[in-house]
């Protein structure tokens, strides 16, 4: 017996997703957070002098695109689309 489990967090689904599929979208989520954790040590640090201004924009601009990548497959996983 298969038991199919949807997401709790309130993200609307078309009909059910199983646990594979539901573990990936939870890493690809995971990911983008702690891509987000990791970046703001970085954009708070902008009061300090060790990372050029520019540098630390940059490292935050990139870190946006990679978790747009990240939210985008997430949204695919679970039937949204990109």
Same mark, same amino acid.
């Given at each position: ?12 689904? $078309? ?11 939870? $890493? ?25 201004? $520019?540098? $630390? ?26």
């Amino acid at each position: 017996m298969k038991l199919v489990m949807d997401l709790a967090c309130g993200i609307p689904l $078309r009909g059910h997703m199983d646990d594979d599929r539901r573990d990936l979208v939870i $890493r690809l989520c995971t990911e983008a957070g702690m891509l987000m954790e990791d970046m703001s040590i970085i954009a708070l640090a902008a009061r300090g002098g060790e990372i050029p201004i $520019r540098a $630390r924009i940059d490292q935050l601009a990139a870190a946006i695109d990679d978790m747009a990548v990240l939210i985008a497959a997430a949204g695919v996983v679970v039937g949204r689309g990109g």
